[in-house]
Nanobody
Framework: QLQLVESGGGLVQPGGSLRLSCVAS????????IGWFRQAPGKAREGVAC????????SYADSVKGRFTISRDNAKNTVYLQMNSLKPEDTAVYYC????????????????????WGQGTQVTVSS
């Protein structure tokens, strides 16, 4: 059973940076696509970024393109989300999610396509 644990959230000023980590355990994560999602109070959970397994193809929501970068280190079973130029509207609980997709060349930002979820980490962007 795949388990996901997020870390790296916190309070940061507008324009600042944070790096979130998602560590997978229980299975080897290199046959899974991994997505980062976020949910702000009163809003639906939305896809932020995702990465496929072997080719590490990435996809981003328009709202974060050019500011966020997703990457993976399969040797460490870890996926990262580097967040730069943070804005107050980036404030949310951030979740990582995984779905088994061996040999996948693409990933998806559709939350309904993911089977496994972490507990989330809070990111607050405020001065």
């Amino acid at each position: 059973q795949l388990q996901l644990v997020e870390s790296g959230g916190g309070l940061v000023q507008p324009g600042g940076s944070l790096r979130l980590s998602c560590v997978a355990s229980g299975v080897t994560a290199d046959t899974y696509i991994i997505g980062w999602f976020r949910q702000a109070p009163g809003k639906a959970r939305e896809g932020v970024a995702c990465i496929s397994d072997r080719r590490a193809t990435t996809s981003y929501a328009d709202s974060v393109k050019g500011r966020f970068t997703i990457s993976r280190d399969n040797a460490k079973n870890t996926v990262y989300l580097q967040m730069n130029s943070l804005k107050p509207e980036d404030t949310a609980v951030y979740y990582c999610a995984a779905d088994w997709r061996p040999f996948a060349d693409i990933c998806t930002l559709n939350r309904g396509q993911y089977t496994f979820w972490g507990q989330g980490t809070q990111v607050t962007v405020s001065s």
